[in-house]
């Protein structure tokens, strides 16, 4: 069945970095955009990150521009997100969710893992 | 980036109510706005893509419209089960914005 589930969250200190990842199954992981998204309390969704099918094109929120990179392996069926010089603020669930297509939207969500920045 | 508004950020209502949830965006972005469902501990699920076209599987009393700046997810029926936090997402431009969500809550 279609699926993608994440790994790799935990508790890291501010200014460590930290690599999370999502693996799919259940469908051709090359032929689709990926996309990551957070979740705190306090801020609800907030778009994080997306890279082309390919891995060529990415984009990232204003947010964590120049401390995330997204990068991705289809032959590995994964894709991971490292991030750099953590905040405080980056403390939230971390989904990955898949890219429908020509219609954009997320049709494939991950179960989430959840990161804690805390000294 | 495009500034999204989504109101009312809760509302309580009883089964069979007629629930409309309304999104603005702060710039034109035409059609691309979808909408997600999001039960406690769960991940969000699509309901709506493209403001109207209903997500395979999703039950047809969700529904949604809209175009440019104003959009609107109406469940024409409400159903125990629809008790959730409700987003909108605009597709628009990079980089891609939620509404801050609307709490459906049983009165």
């Known amino acids: 069945q279609v699926q993608l589930v994440e790994s790799g969250g935990g508790v890291v200190q501010p200014g460590k970095s930290l690599r999370v990842s999502c693996e799919a199954s259940?469908?051709?992981?090359?032929?689709?955009?990926m996309h990551w998204v957070r979740q705190t309390p306090g801020r609800g969704l907030e778009w994080v990150a997306v890279?082309?099918?390919?891995?060529?094109?990415?984009f990232y929120a204003d947010s964590v521009k120049g401390r995330f990179i997204v990068s991705r392996d289809n032959s590995r069926n994964t894709v991971h997100l490292l991030m750099n010089a953590l905040r405080l603020e980056d403390t939230a669930i971390y989904y990955c969710?898949?890219?429908?297509?020509?219609?954009?939207?997320?049709?494939?969500w991950g179960q989430g893992t959840m990161v804690t920045v805390s000294s | 980036a495009i500034q999204m508004t989504q109101s009312p950020s809760s509302l309580s209502a009883s089964v069979g109510d007629r629930v409309i949830i309304a999104c603005r965006t702060s710039?034109?972005?035409?059609?691309?706005l979808s909408w997600y469902q999001q039960k406690p501990g769960k991940a969000p699920k699509l309901l709506i893509y493209?403001?109207?076209s209903l997500q395979s599987g999703v039950s047809p009393r969700f529904s949604g419209s809209g175009s440019g700046t104003d959009f609107t997810l109406t469940i024409s029926s409400l159903q125990p089960e629809d008790f959730a936090v409700y987003y909108c997402?605009?597709?628009?431009?990079?980089?891609?914005?939620f509404g801050q969500g609307t709490k459906v809550e049983i009165k």
């Open positions: 969710a898949r890219d429908t297509g020509p219609l954009d939207a997320f049709d494939v």
């Open positions: 259940g469908f051709r992981l090359s032929a689709y955009a």
């Open positions: 890279i082309s099918y390919e891995g060529t094109v990415k």
């Open positions: 710039h034109d972005i035409t059609h691309d």
């Open positions: 493209a403001t109207s």
């Open positions: 997402l605009q597709d628009y431009s990079y980089p891609w914005t």
